[in-house]
């Protein structure tokens, strides 16, 4: 079965360092998102991706933040200059373009701690 | 701004009972979602609902949506220890953006 697939699992920066995180959405998909989950918390949308621009994004997703789509396969998360309160586990997602039916398929995660 | 809330947050109880988590949403939304989520691990699709009336069922779990109380209940039937984890609502806004409840961190004793 397709799945949505996150590289690394497991990123420790150090603060004011730039990350960039990894993910494979599956194959058909046209629409990406990414999440994010301080531990404990609850999921907080970032932004979303279509057709190589952003479609929407939160108030989270400020000019540290920049998504793109390098070639047919990948789509990056990047954070410029990381803060400690950057920590948190991030989740990719992808769509298919489908109407109403449009299920949002989430990787397995990528746990960054910003030290 | 689209609410989502979730109660209770924490639910422990024993295996063989019945249970039921709620979620309610502040504005009109076409689509609600229920996620399972085990410690340290992604998010896992259990249940779409699309309109008024429309309930699921997968095993022990069966959700309902009443849009117009902006309602959903995930109702777990003689629970069993392997149900344990975190269920999240999920409603749409606007067109593609989820919008997720707290969470409630179901515990099922042996």
């Known amino acids: 079965e397709p799945e949505v697939t996150q590289t690394p699992s497991h990123q420790v920066t150090q603060m004011g360092q730039e990350v960039i995180l990894r993910c494979v959405p599956i194959?058909?998909?046209?629409?990406f998102y990414w999440y994010r989950q301080i531990l404990g918390q609850k999921v907080e949308f970032l932004v979303s991706f279509y057709n190589n621009e952003i479609s929407e994004k939160s108030e989270i997703f400020d000019d540290q933040f920049s998504v793109e789509r390098p070639d047919g396969s990948n789509f990056t998360l990047k954070i410029r200059s990381t803060k400690l309160e950057d920590s948190a586990m991030y989740f990719c997602a992808s769509s298919e373009l489908a109407g109403d039916y449009n299920e949002q398929f989430f990787g397995p995660g990528t746990r960054l701690t910003v030290l | 701004e689209l609410k989502v809330e979730q109660n209770p947050l924490f639910l422990s109880m024993q295996e063989g009972k019945n249970y039921t988590i709620y979620c309610n949403y502040s504005t009109t939304s076409d689509r609600l979602y229920w996620y399972r989520q085990d410690p340290g691990k992604s998010l896992e699709s259990l249940f779409v609902l699309l309109s008024n009336g429309a309930v699921k069922q997968e095993g022990r779990l069966m959700a309902s949506l009443d849009t117009k109380a902006r309602l959903s209940t995930l109702h777990i039937t003689a629970a069993v220890h392997d149900l344990s984890a975190t269920y999240f609502c999920a409603v749409v806004e606007g067109a593609q953006k989820l919008v997720f409840g707290q969470g409630t961190r179901l515990t099922i004793n042996p």
């Open positions: 194959s058909n998909h046209l629409y």
